[in-house]
């Protein structure tokens, strides 16, 4: 059964679309997949079961990343193509049946929209695929060591919608220190190979002795083995909170200008807090804050934060 699988652009969205593609594999466990994404996907479909082939779809003038794909698909006959971009590209190819995004109506968790507009049944949550490979350097990099680890996301692809540098060391400082939930704990800081500069603050914030620097230096499956033995995941809105929820991490995100009840991470042990302003009202004056960091995310506490980490590290006990 060959299937055509088209994800999305960025890591996050990707993320949200595994179960779909987890779908497709228990419907057809044979089934001989070509997976087109976003550069920085490729490597979350590169060890699935089935994946034949993995094309990163890069953006260029005229769509080009549209007529490349194309090229690469027009000569065959797919059995099944499902687009989760909702495009018009799938009616292009030959296709026995074709499965194309809708977004339902009614809102809800992305999620449960992909289900809903894929008319997919069964079990859709994402997962990951880490190959055998990145759970050993993931073992590597954390070592025997039996203190807790709590990970930290601090970058984000908006810097304004990434809390401030100093909350996280404030957040960090009342978790890790004595009498916090997790005294001595190492601290991971997880970010993108682009992402240092917003990162530094944060690194240079936890001593070195309990630093794990993971800020664009493995590569993303490891990074996921680690975040997934990890104690807690604290992230802002982010590919890299999917990540983690998609690893098992218990994660905790931190929303401002996106909607948590679209984007919230996902997993049994999950939450969300979010600033006093709703998504809506701080996306409205987003103009007026010159892409400083932290800036849309001022209504966010450390203490809020703190708490709702104490309560999500008490459901894992």
Same mark, same amino acid.
């Given at each position: 059964?060959?299937?055509?699988?088209?994800?999305?652009?960025?890591?996050?969205?990707?993320?949200?679309?595994?179960?779909?593609?987890?779908?497709?594999?228990?419907?057809?466990?044979?089934?001989?997949?070509?997976?087109?994404?976003?550069?920085?996907?490729?490597?979350?479909?590169?060890?699935?079961?089935?994946?034949?082939?993995?094309?990163?779809?890069?953006?260029?003038?005229?769509?080009?990343?549209?007529?490349?794909?194309?090229?690469?698909?027009?000569?065959?006959?797919?059995?099944?193509?499902?687009?989760?971009?909702?495009?018009?590209?799938?009616?292009?190819?030959?296709?026995?049946?074709?499965?194309?995004?809708?977004?339902?109506?009614?809102?809800?968790?992305?999620?449960?929209?992909?289900?809903?507009?894929?008319?997919?049944?069964?079990?859709?949550?994402?997962?990951?695929?880490?190959?055998?490979?990145?759970?050993?350097?993931?073992?590597?990099?954390?070592?025997?060591?039996?203190?807790?680890?709590?990970?930290?996301?601090?970058?984000?692809?908006?810097?304004?919608?990434?809390?401030?540098?100093?909350?996280?060391?404030?957040?960090?400082?009342?978790?890790?220190?004595?009498?916090?939930?997790?005294?001595?704990?190492?601290?991971?800081?997880?970010?993108?190979?682009?992402?240092?500069?917003?990162?530094?603050?944060?690194?240079?914030?936890?001593?070195?002795?309990?630093?794990?620097?993971?800020?664009?230096?493995?590569?993303?499956?490891?990074?996921?083995?680690?975040?997934?033995?990890?104690?807690?995941?604290?992230?802002?809105? +982010? *590919?890299?909170?999917?990540? #983690?929820?998609? $690893?098992?991490?218990?994660? &905790?995100?931190?929303?401002?200008?996106? /909607? %948590? =009840?679209?984007?919230?991470?996902?997993?049994?042990?999950?939450?969300?807090?979010?600033?006093?302003?709703?998504?809506?009202?701080?996306?409205?004056? +987003? *103009?007026?804050?010159?892409? #400083?960091?932290? $800036?849309?995310?001022?209504? &966010?506490?450390?203490?809020?934060?703190? /708490? %709702? =980490?104490?309560?999500?590290?008490?459901?894992?006990?």
């Amino acid at each position: 059964m060959r299937t055509l699988f088209i994800s999305s652009t960025r890591l996050g969205d990707a993320i949200l679309t595994s179960g779909a593609l987890a779908w497709v594999l228990r419907r057809a466990p044979e089934a001989r997949i070509t997976v087109a994404c976003g550069p920085v996907a490729t490597e979350l479909f590169a060890a699935v079961p089935g994946v034949e082939r993995v094309i990163a779809m890069r953006k260029g003038p005229w769509q080009a990343q549209w007529r490349m794909l194309w090229r690469e698909a027009a000569g065959i006959r797919w059995d099944l193509v499902v687009d989760l971009r909702g495009s018009l590209f799938a009616w292009t190819v030959r296709a026995r049946e074709r499965r194309v995004f809708r977004t339902p109506g009614g809102g809800g968790h992305r999620v449960d929209q992909i289900r809903d507009g894929l008319r997919l049944d069964g079990d859709t949550e994402p997962r990951l695929w880490i190959p055998d490979a990145d759970s050993r350097r993931a073992a590597q990099i954390l070592g025997e060591v039996r203190d807790p680890v709590l990970a930290v996301a601090p970058t984000a692809n908006w810097p304004p919608k990434a809390w401030a540098a100093d909350r996280f060391a404030g957040m960090l400082a009342a978790l890790t220190g004595p009498g916090g939930a997790l005294p001595g704990a190492r601290v991971l800081v997880a970010g993108g190979p682009a992402e240092r500069a917003l990162a530094a603050p944060v690194l240079a914030a936890v001593p070195e002795a309990r630093r794990i620097d993971l800020v664009g230096t493995e590569s993303l499956m490891t990074l996921a083995a680690c975040l997934g033995r990890c104690r807690l995941v604290v992230a802002n809105d +982010s *590919g890299l909170m999917h990540l #983690a929820a998609a $690893a098992g991490a218990p994660t &905790l995100g931190l929303f401002g200008p996106s /909607d %948590a =009840a679209h984007y919230a991470p996902r997993g049994p042990l999950t939450a969300w807090v979010r600033t006093d302003e709703l998504a809506t009202a701080l996306l409205a004056r +987003s *103009g007026q804050v010159n892409d #400083a960091p932290g $800036a849309l995310m001022t209504g &966010l506490p450390v203490a809020r934060v703190v /708490d %709702a =980490a104490e309560t999500l590290l008490a459901r894992t006990d």
